[in-house]
């Protein structure tokens, strides 16, 4: 997220300073007539994440993980 962190709104009161996104992702398009649809599956994880508010941890874990089997966003 490192890169990331200079975007975050500087008005909020808790502010990430550490974290890894890990993603392995498959996105499906397809087009049946005029409707398009798109499904997500695999997997997306944040590892090592640290929230901070006031210079004091918030929240933090190791890995938090979800396994998508077939999202459909649209």
Not at 6 to 11: G, H, K, Q
Not at 18 to 39: M, S, Y
Request: aromatic share 10%.
């Amino acid at each position: 997220l490192t890169p990331y962190l200079a975007y975050w709104p500087a008005n909020l009161p808790a502010k990430p300073v550490a974290g890894r996104v890990q993603a392995n992702l498959k996105v499906d398009f397809e087009q049946h007539g005029d409707r398009p649809t798109v499904k997500l599956g695999g997997e997306f994880a944040l590892e090592n994440f640290k929230l901070q508010q006031g210079g004091a941890d918030l929240l933090a874990w190791e890995r938090l993980g979800v396994k998508l089997a077939d999202v459909r966003p649209l």
